[in-house]
Structure formats: structure tokens, C-alpha cells
């Protein structure tokens, strides 16, 4: 992100002069109070917004120049109530829903949809409605089908939300496992255990402003 | 003075609507639904309603002309226009009909838009006051309450769906309406969601307990609203015996 400022409205500038970069295999955090930016900040990265002023470049490209299919391919965004990013009737079909749609042989898709369930610990529940497990499940569900597309980048928007214990943990020790596969990954989050446990980095959105931590 | 600094009841605005909407949904004449069109422009100009909806909305006149000319070759009368071999694309009667059409649908648009200067709030109290049931004025309310959310929602689940890595720009015609029916899942999940919870929050709430419901806001009609709504049926009428008189 370079110099980049953004604003719902002309008078209320949310994001002033932002300027950060990401690593690959990194994991930071994005903190801050309700109404700091940081949910804009994930959508500026994922292109869903386009900034005021500055840039925003995803491996060196301007993101502008980019559509939203091709930054799918190479960040995995996590929306903060997951049901909104599922289309399908079963588990096993959202997972391979967008493979589905790129021209890959039904066998291949089969093969990875099966490979991504066990990572995900999702067996059991292939033929189980998206909508109709718990939100634990649902959310692992949102991930694998983002992780199908071998993304290099995660964004994910308030994951510990409505996690107990046991699932939080599951969230960690998942998110940990991708970091050795070079798979950086951003937090948005208001917790604070979740935040000091697993992140290497933490950036506090304050007033518009970033204040690295 | 322009209308919009009158502050018209919400009754009378929808009488308004109503009138403008019978006239686009009976008028069967090009150049009556067109005078029609014109008198909607007008009085939604007089609210000085955003018209910055129609670029939003241009989409969906893409739609509205995609429909009107489906209109035109499904329904082919008149002379042949244009066609391919002996498919008949175009006609002079599909063509007016098309037109027709789309008239009809900016009639109903734009003389909607006259309601935008009243609060969901003024609506249902309109309503009420004249003897709607005031579950079926709340539920109209809530209808009109949800169209920008649903529609944020539909434009949500468009993005989700491409940042799953789909370039819906390089999907053939096809592919690309199934990755659009993909949308409704969401959608809908959200809609049966938010009315379950809504129900359970009125009925909490103890919505219904009691037949009558007392209300803080009380509407009165002003002279104004009494002449402008007698002014509406009058022109409706008018309008309606002159076509069928023309017919």
C-alpha cells in the first residue's frame, strides 16, 4: 500500500496516507477500534474498494489493473460472516465450486476437493448443507473453498468471532499450518488472545492512521 | 414554490404514485403512456428527487431494453423491419410494443421515486390512518426498509463469487447466468435468516398483543394534500376516458 487515503464520504476520511507492505509467509494482525478502517483496509487489499488517493499493489502489480477474479487466485479473503460467501447445496460442491467454472477435469476437481476436506478436517460432512452446520464448520468450509485456489495471501475479516475455546484453537493450529507453506496471512480482529498468540506483527489502526505495535 | 417545500402527506404522494402506475399499467397508446411519462418526470422533478439513481441503476435499463426487445420478436405484428433468413428479428408492432414496454417501466419507476422524501415511518402511519391493518402497513414498511440491503447483499455475493477466482469476463453467455444464479443462495439464506430473527424480536416485543396500536405520530391532510390528490384521481380518469374513447 502506497500513500493510500480513503473516504466514504468526502468529509469523513477513514484511511489517511497509508503506507505498508505484506510478506509472504508472514502473519500480522490488524487491530483497532469499531470504525477505525480495518475492514475498509482489507477490501482496499482485495481490490472490493479502490482507494481515494495512492496505490495499492498485489506482487508488484497496480491492484486497479487487476480484476477481482484474477487477486481470487492469489489472496483468499474471508468475509466476516462466511454464510455470505457460499452459493452451494453441499460442503463437497462449494469447495470445488470455483474449479467448476475454470475449465479443470472433473476427476482433478474431485481429487482436490477430497485432499482440501482432510486438511480442513471437514470428513463427514461433504454432503452436509454449508448453511446447516455449526459456524465453526461453516467457517472452516469458507476457508478450504478460498484454499482450493493455492492463494499466496489470506484476509481474514474478524475469524474468532462466535469461536469458543476449542474452535479458536482449531483456528490457530490451522493458520499456523499454512504459515510453513509460505502463505502470508492478515487478521483483522478485536481479540487480543487470538492476536498475541499466533501474530508476528501487529498494526493498530487508530484515527485514520496506522501505528505499528 | 416548488411542492417538495409544501411537505406533502405520504397519503397523498402515494395516491400520486398510484395514479401515475394505473396509468402505465392500463394505456395501451405510445403516445398517451409517453404525455404520462412526461407528467411523472415533471412531478418527481418538482420533489427534486436525485435522478443520480439512474446511473446507478443503469444496469437495469440495459435489462429494460434487453426485455422490450425480447418483447419485440416474441411478439411480431406489422411489417418486417429486419430478419435473418426467415427468422423475423424486428417488426414495426414488436418494435411498439418494446417501446411501450419501456415506457410503462419508467412510468413506474420514476413516479416511485416520489416517495422517496417520506420516511418508511410517514408510510406506515399514512397507512394505518387509512385503515390498512397495521401488520400489513409494518410489513410494507419493512419491504421498503430492506430493498438496499438486499441489494448491498446481491452485490456482496457478486464480489465473493469473484474473488473465489472466477473471471466472470471470461465465462461464455451460459456459464456466465449459472455463476449469476449462484447469487440467490446467500441471498435468500440472509432474507429466511433475518426474518426469522426479525419474528422472534416482534414477537418479544409484544407486536400484535393488542388489536389497536397507539401511534405518536398522528398525519393531517392540509388543504394542499386534499387538492393535489382530488387533482391525481381527476387527471387519472381523464386520462383513462380519453383512451378508451380514442380506442
Redesign the interface.
Known sequence: MNNVTFSYKKSEIILKNITTSFDKGEFAALIGPNGSGKTTFGKLM?G?LSANEGSVFVEGKNIEEI???????K???L?QQP???????TVKEEIG??HS??GKSKEIVEQKVNKIIEEFSLQGLEDASP?RISRGERQRVALA??FI?EPSFLILDEPTTGLDIVRKEQLSQLLKSLQPQGIGIIVISHDKDFINKNADRVIELYGGEQHEA | MGVSSMKLDPRTKLVMVFSLSTLAVFVVDTLLLSIVLIISIIVSNFFKEDWGFLNRARKFILLLVGIAFLQSIFSPSGEILFGIKDFTLLTTGGLAKGIRVILRMLVIIISATIMKGSSPREIIQGLIQWKVPYEIAFMVSLAIRFIPILGQEAKDAFTAIQLRGIEIDKLSLTKRFKVYSYMFMPVLSGVIHRAKELSTSLEARAFRAYPERTSYIKLELSKNDLLIMSASIVFTITMLVIYILLR
Open positions: 482485495t472490493i480484476s477481482l477474479g484474477n487477486i481470487g487466485k489472496i483468499g479473503y468475509f454464510a455470505r460467501q457460499l452459493f452451494n447445496p465450486f470455483a467454472f475454470m448453511y473453498s478460498i485456489n
